[in-house]
Protein backbone atom coordinates (compact mmCIF):
# COMPACT_ATOMS: atom_id res chain seq x y z
CA UNK A 1 0.00 0.00 0.00
CA UNK A 2 1.30 3.59 -0.80
CA UNK A 3 0.66 5.03 2.45
CA UNK A 4 0.89 8.79 1.67
CA UNK A 5 -1.37 7.95 -1.79
CA UNK A 6 -4.29 6.52 0.15
CA UNK A 7 -4.16 9.36 2.44
CA UNK A 8 -4.53 11.98 -0.39
CA UNK A 9 -7.27 10.04 -1.45
CA UNK A 10 -9.09 9.38 2.06
CA UNK A 11 -8.65 13.14 2.34
CA UNK A 12 -11.56 14.09 0.42
CA UNK A 13 -15.16 14.03 1.69
CA UNK A 14 -16.66 12.93 -1.88
CA UNK A 15 -14.55 9.77 -1.95
CA UNK A 16 -15.02 9.22 1.56
CA UNK A 17 -18.92 9.41 0.73
CA UNK A 18 -18.62 7.00 -2.11
CA UNK A 19 -16.37 4.57 -0.20
CA UNK A 20 -19.26 4.65 3.10
CA UNK A 21 -22.08 4.07 0.42
CA UNK A 22 -19.89 1.06 -1.28
CA UNK A 23 -19.12 -0.51 1.79
CA UNK A 24 -23.06 -1.06 2.27
CA UNK A 25 -24.03 -1.72 -1.15
CA UNK A 26 -22.19 -2.64 -4.52
CA UNK A 27 -23.15 0.37 -6.82
CA UNK A 28 -22.96 1.23 -10.02
CA UNK A 29 -21.66 4.78 -11.80
CA UNK A 30 -25.36 6.44 -12.26
CA UNK A 31 -26.43 4.96 -8.85
CA UNK A 32 -23.68 6.65 -6.97
CA UNK A 33 -24.19 9.89 -8.67
CA UNK A 34 -28.05 9.70 -8.24
CA UNK A 35 -27.04 9.44 -4.74
CA UNK A 36 -24.50 12.05 -3.79
CA UNK A 37 -25.53 14.86 -6.00
CA UNK A 38 -22.16 15.22 -7.56
CA UNK A 39 -21.40 15.01 -11.77
CA UNK A 40 -21.21 11.76 -13.19
CA UNK A 41 -17.72 12.79 -14.31
CA UNK A 42 -16.85 13.08 -10.90
CA UNK A 43 -18.17 10.37 -9.86
CA UNK A 44 -16.69 8.04 -12.16
CA UNK A 45 -13.00 9.99 -11.50
CA UNK A 46 -13.61 9.33 -7.64
CA UNK A 47 -13.88 5.72 -8.64
CA UNK A 48 -10.95 5.44 -10.59
CA UNK A 49 -8.88 6.60 -7.65
CA UNK A 50 -10.34 4.54 -5.32
CA UNK A 51 -9.91 1.40 -7.57
CA UNK A 52 -6.33 2.45 -8.75
CA UNK A 53 -5.49 2.53 -4.97
CA UNK A 54 -7.21 -0.57 -4.30
CA UNK A 55 -9.82 0.34 -1.88
CA UNK A 56 -12.80 -0.79 -4.25
CA UNK A 57 -13.38 -3.16 -7.01
CA UNK A 58 -15.33 -3.55 -10.43
CA UNK A 59 -17.55 -6.51 -10.93
CA UNK A 60 -19.45 -6.60 -14.32
CA UNK A 61 -23.06 -8.14 -13.43
CA UNK A 62 -24.73 -8.56 -17.09
CA UNK A 63 -24.88 -5.18 -19.00
CA UNK A 64 -24.10 -3.12 -16.01
CA UNK A 65 -20.71 -2.29 -13.96
CA UNK A 66 -20.87 -2.33 -10.31
CA UNK A 67 -18.25 -1.69 -7.77
CA UNK A 68 -17.89 -1.86 -4.05
CA UNK A 69 -15.29 -2.09 -1.25
CA UNK A 70 -12.27 -4.52 -2.23
CA UNK A 71 -12.64 -7.42 0.23
CA UNK A 72 -8.27 -6.91 0.37
CA UNK A 73 -9.40 -3.30 2.58
CA UNK A 74 -11.83 -5.35 4.96
CA UNK A 75 -9.45 -7.73 5.48
CA UNK A 76 -6.50 -5.64 6.07
CA UNK A 77 -4.39 -7.42 3.23
CA UNK A 78 -1.83 -5.99 1.10
CA UNK A 79 -0.91 -3.71 3.44
CA UNK A 80 -3.83 -2.39 4.77
CA UNK A 81 -3.52 -3.47 8.11
CA UNK A 82 -6.08 -1.18 10.26
CA UNK A 83 -7.55 1.08 7.99
CA UNK A 84 -10.65 -0.93 7.89
CA UNK A 85 -11.44 -0.04 11.05
CA UNK A 86 -10.67 3.18 11.02
CA UNK A 87 -12.75 3.69 8.16
CA UNK A 88 -15.47 1.76 9.79
CA UNK A 89 -15.85 4.08 12.71
CA UNK A 90 -15.46 7.40 10.50
CA UNK A 91 -18.45 5.77 8.46
CA UNK A 92 -20.29 5.39 12.16
CA UNK A 93 -20.21 8.48 12.55
CA UNK A 94 -20.81 10.10 9.15
CA UNK A 95 -23.96 8.25 9.26
CA UNK A 96 -25.51 10.37 12.33
CA UNK A 97 -25.22 13.70 10.13
CA UNK A 98 -27.19 15.17 7.74
CA UNK A 99 -24.93 14.51 4.95
CA UNK A 100 -25.13 10.98 6.06
CA UNK A 101 -28.73 10.29 6.30
CA UNK A 102 -29.36 11.95 2.95
CA UNK A 103 -27.14 9.60 1.78
CA UNK A 104 -28.33 6.76 3.24
CA UNK A 105 -31.81 8.21 2.31
CA UNK A 106 -31.02 8.07 -1.60
CA UNK A 107 -29.43 4.68 -0.71
CA UNK A 108 -32.74 3.03 0.51
CA UNK A 109 -34.63 4.79 -2.47
CA UNK A 110 -31.66 2.99 -4.83
CA UNK A 111 -33.21 -0.11 -3.57
CA UNK A 112 -36.23 0.26 -3.77
CA UNK A 113 -36.06 0.43 -7.52
CA UNK A 114 -34.01 -2.12 -7.77
CA UNK A 115 -36.49 -4.25 -6.54
CA UNK A 116 -39.20 -3.03 -8.03
CA UNK A 117 -37.16 -4.44 -11.49
CA UNK A 118 -38.12 -7.86 -12.55
CA UNK A 119 -34.22 -8.80 -12.38
CA UNK A 120 -34.11 -8.35 -8.35
CA UNK A 121 -37.47 -10.52 -8.08
CA UNK A 122 -36.40 -13.38 -10.30
CA UNK A 123 -34.43 -15.28 -8.52
CA UNK A 124 -35.01 -19.38 -9.08
CA UNK A 125 -31.89 -20.38 -7.14
CA UNK A 126 -33.11 -18.48 -4.09
CA UNK A 127 -36.99 -20.60 -4.65
CA UNK A 128 -38.56 -17.42 -6.53
CA UNK A 129 -40.81 -18.34 -9.12
CA UNK A 130 -38.99 -17.01 -12.74
CA UNK A 131 -41.77 -15.33 -14.45
CA UNK A 132 -40.43 -13.93 -17.84
CA UNK A 133 -42.16 -10.52 -18.41
CA UNK A 134 -43.27 -9.80 -14.96
CA UNK A 135 -42.76 -5.81 -13.88
CA UNK A 136 -44.38 -3.53 -11.79
CA UNK A 137 -44.81 -0.84 -15.06
CA UNK A 138 -46.94 -3.41 -17.06
CA UNK A 139 -48.95 -3.77 -13.89
CA UNK A 140 -49.35 -0.58 -13.76
CA UNK A 141 -50.27 0.48 -17.54
CA UNK A 142 -52.65 -2.88 -17.49
CA UNK A 143 -54.80 -1.77 -14.80
CA UNK A 144 -54.95 1.99 -17.09
CA UNK A 145 -56.61 -0.19 -19.34
CA UNK A 146 -59.88 0.10 -16.86
CA UNK A 147 -60.33 3.47 -16.57
CA UNK A 148 -62.17 5.52 -18.73
CA UNK A 149 -60.43 7.91 -21.21
CA UNK A 150 -60.95 11.40 -18.93
CA UNK A 151 -59.25 14.90 -18.66
CA UNK A 152 -56.32 14.45 -16.00
CA UNK A 153 -54.38 17.62 -14.79
CA UNK A 154 -50.95 16.73 -13.63
CA UNK A 155 -50.67 19.40 -11.06
CA UNK A 156 -46.63 20.02 -9.84
CA UNK A 157 -45.60 17.63 -12.53
CA UNK A 158 -42.05 18.00 -12.72
CA UNK A 159 -39.66 16.38 -14.90
CA UNK A 160 -43.03 14.80 -16.92
CA UNK A 161 -42.53 10.88 -15.79
CA UNK A 162 -45.44 10.09 -14.50
CA UNK A 163 -47.57 12.61 -17.18
CA UNK A 164 -46.62 10.81 -19.88
CA UNK A 165 -47.75 7.70 -18.09
CA UNK A 166 -50.61 8.83 -17.41
CA UNK A 167 -50.78 10.10 -21.22
CA UNK A 168 -51.16 6.64 -22.38
CA UNK A 169 -54.76 6.26 -20.77
CA UNK A 170 -56.41 9.67 -20.53
CA UNK A 171 -58.23 11.13 -23.48
CA UNK A 172 -55.69 14.67 -22.73
CA UNK A 173 -53.21 15.74 -19.73
CA UNK A 174 -52.88 19.11 -18.60
CA UNK A 175 -49.60 19.70 -17.24
CA UNK A 176 -48.53 22.19 -14.63
CA UNK A 177 -45.44 23.44 -12.97
CA UNK A 178 -44.30 26.53 -11.79
CA UNK A 179 -40.81 25.60 -13.38
CA UNK A 180 -40.09 26.56 -16.96
CA UNK A 181 -37.22 24.04 -16.78
CA UNK A 182 -39.23 21.19 -15.70
CA UNK A 183 -41.89 22.10 -18.36
CA UNK A 184 -39.24 21.84 -21.27
CA UNK A 185 -37.77 18.36 -19.52
CA UNK A 186 -41.36 17.00 -19.55
CA UNK A 187 -42.00 18.48 -22.89
CA UNK A 188 -38.45 16.93 -24.50
CA UNK A 189 -39.49 13.36 -22.29
CA UNK A 190 -42.83 13.55 -24.55
CA UNK A 191 -41.63 14.32 -27.80
CA UNK A 192 -38.73 11.34 -27.42
CA UNK A 193 -41.91 8.86 -26.24
CA UNK A 194 -44.37 9.96 -29.32
CA UNK A 195 -46.75 11.46 -26.84
CA UNK A 196 -49.17 14.35 -27.95
CA UNK A 197 -52.39 14.34 -25.88
CA UNK A 198 -50.19 16.40 -23.26
CA UNK A 199 -50.81 20.30 -22.63
CA UNK A 200 -48.03 22.18 -20.92
CA UNK A 201 -49.12 24.85 -18.83
CA UNK A 202 -46.90 27.24 -16.30
CA UNK A 203 -48.81 27.73 -13.15
CA UNK A 204 -48.44 27.69 -9.31
CA UNK A 205 -50.12 24.58 -7.44
CA UNK A 206 -51.84 27.27 -5.53
CA UNK A 207 -53.10 29.07 -8.51
CA UNK A 208 -53.94 27.11 -10.96
CA UNK A 209 -53.70 28.16 -14.91
CA UNK A 210 -57.51 26.37 -15.43
CA UNK A 211 -60.94 27.31 -15.46
CA UNK A 212 -63.48 25.80 -13.03
CA UNK A 213 -64.76 21.96 -13.67
CA UNK A 214 -62.37 22.07 -16.30
CA UNK A 215 -61.28 18.29 -15.52
CA UNK A 216 -61.94 15.12 -14.47
CA UNK A 217 -59.33 14.00 -12.47
CA UNK A 218 -56.56 15.88 -10.71
CA UNK A 219 -53.28 14.34 -9.98
CA UNK A 220 -50.83 15.49 -7.24
CA UNK A 221 -48.01 12.97 -7.09
CA UNK A 222 -45.16 14.14 -4.50
CA UNK A 223 -46.13 18.19 -4.94
CA UNK A 224 -48.41 18.73 -1.63
CA UNK A 225 -45.46 18.83 0.41
CA UNK A 226 -43.59 21.89 -1.83
CA UNK A 227 -46.91 24.25 -1.24
CA UNK A 228 -46.87 26.97 0.61
CA UNK A 229 -50.19 26.56 1.89
CA UNK A 230 -51.41 22.51 1.39
CA UNK A 231 -54.93 23.52 2.05
CA UNK A 232 -55.18 26.07 -0.61
CA UNK A 233 -53.38 23.97 -2.89
CA UNK A 234 -55.98 21.23 -2.62
CA UNK A 235 -59.31 23.61 -3.00
CA UNK A 236 -57.44 24.70 -6.07
CA UNK A 237 -57.57 20.83 -7.28
CA UNK A 238 -61.00 20.81 -6.26
CA UNK A 239 -62.38 24.03 -8.09
CA UNK A 240 -61.01 22.53 -11.14
CA UNK A 241 -62.30 19.18 -10.96
CA UNK A 242 -65.74 18.41 -12.21
CA UNK A 243 -68.54 17.55 -10.22
CA UNK A 244 -68.38 13.32 -9.59
CA UNK A 245 -64.53 14.10 -10.32
CA UNK A 246 -61.27 12.82 -8.21
CA UNK A 247 -58.78 14.09 -6.93
CA UNK A 248 -55.63 11.83 -6.26
CA UNK A 249 -52.57 12.77 -3.95
CA UNK A 250 -49.75 10.76 -3.58
CA UNK A 251 -47.11 12.40 -0.56
CA UNK A 252 -44.89 11.44 2.06
CA UNK A 253 -45.78 10.48 5.54
CA UNK A 254 -44.55 12.37 8.03
CA UNK A 255 -40.69 11.92 8.30
CA UNK A 256 -37.48 13.39 9.69
CA UNK A 257 -35.42 14.34 6.89
CA UNK A 258 -34.62 17.95 7.21
CA UNK A 259 -31.92 17.61 5.09
CA UNK A 260 -35.15 17.21 1.98
CA UNK A 261 -35.56 21.76 2.58
CA UNK A 262 -32.60 22.45 1.50
CA UNK A 263 -31.64 19.93 -1.15
CA UNK A 264 -35.10 19.51 -2.77
CA UNK A 265 -37.20 22.75 -1.80
CA UNK A 266 -39.76 20.41 0.66
CA UNK A 267 -41.43 22.65 2.36
CA UNK A 268 -43.51 19.95 4.79
CA UNK A 269 -41.70 16.75 6.10
CA UNK A 270 -45.00 14.60 4.59
CA UNK A 271 -48.43 14.70 6.08
CA UNK A 272 -49.80 12.17 9.07
CA UNK A 273 -52.43 10.09 7.61
CA UNK A 274 -55.72 11.80 9.62
CA UNK A 275 -53.73 14.95 8.50
CA UNK A 276 -54.10 14.53 5.00
CA UNK A 277 -57.28 12.90 5.14
CA UNK A 278 -58.21 16.00 6.73
CA UNK A 279 -56.79 18.41 4.69
CA UNK A 280 -58.88 16.58 1.70
CA UNK A 281 -62.22 17.06 3.81
CA UNK A 282 -61.66 20.28 4.42
CA UNK A 283 -61.25 20.66 0.45
CA UNK A 284 -64.96 19.48 0.01
CA UNK A 285 -63.91 16.08 -1.00
CA UNK A 286 -66.01 13.04 0.13
CA UNK A 287 -65.75 9.54 0.19
CA UNK A 288 -61.45 10.19 1.30
CA UNK A 289 -59.40 7.19 1.29
CA UNK A 290 -56.00 7.25 2.41
CA UNK A 291 -53.28 4.16 2.55
CA UNK A 292 -49.80 3.17 2.39
CA UNK A 293 -48.52 3.27 -1.04
CA UNK A 294 -45.08 2.06 -0.86
CA UNK A 295 -43.10 1.25 2.29
CA UNK A 296 -39.03 -0.42 3.01
CA UNK A 297 -37.86 -1.62 6.05
CA UNK A 298 -34.96 1.23 6.31
CA UNK A 299 -36.27 3.62 4.13
CA UNK A 300 -37.38 6.93 5.85
CA UNK A 301 -39.88 7.27 3.72
CA UNK A 302 -43.46 5.91 3.06
CA UNK A 303 -45.89 7.15 0.43
CA UNK A 304 -49.41 7.46 1.73
CA UNK A 305 -52.02 7.36 -1.26
CA UNK A 306 -55.32 9.34 -1.08
CA UNK A 307 -58.25 9.95 -2.90
CA UNK A 308 -61.70 11.80 -2.80
CA UNK A 309 -64.60 12.23 -4.82
CA UNK A 310 -65.84 16.05 -5.65
CA UNK A 311 -69.50 16.65 -5.10
CA UNK A 312 -72.49 18.83 -6.65
CA UNK A 313 -73.49 22.03 -4.29
CA UNK A 314 -76.82 19.78 -3.54
CA UNK A 315 -74.41 16.76 -2.39
CA UNK A 316 -72.31 19.22 -0.21
CA UNK A 317 -75.09 20.10 1.83
CA UNK A 318 -76.49 17.06 2.16
CA UNK A 319 -73.41 15.19 3.31
CA UNK A 320 -70.02 15.80 4.39
CA UNK A 321 -69.19 12.26 5.51
CA UNK A 322 -65.87 10.78 4.62
CA UNK A 323 -64.39 6.96 5.73
CA UNK A 324 -60.64 6.79 6.00
CA UNK A 325 -58.67 4.02 5.61
CA UNK A 326 -55.41 2.87 7.33
CA UNK A 327 -53.26 0.29 6.19
Known amino acids: MDVPAVFRILGDEGRLRILRLLSAERLNVSEL ?24 EERRDGTFTFFRVAPALQSGENGFGALWPVLSDAFASAA ?51 MPRVIVGDIGCGEGYLTVETARFAERVIAIDRSPAMLQRGRDLARRRGVTNICWKRGDIESLPLDDHSIDLALLSQ ?39 E ?23 THVRVSVGASRPRDPFTVLIASGLTADSKARARTSKSHVTHN
Open 223 to 261: ALHHAADPARALAEAVRITRPGGRVLVLDLRRHDQRWVS
Open 96 to 146: ATPVGRADDARLEEVRRLRKENFEEHADPAGGGQLVPGRSWAAWARALAHL
Open 33 to 56: TSIVGLAQSGVSRHLGLLKDAGLV
Open 263 to 285: ALGDRWLGFEDDELAGLMRNAGL
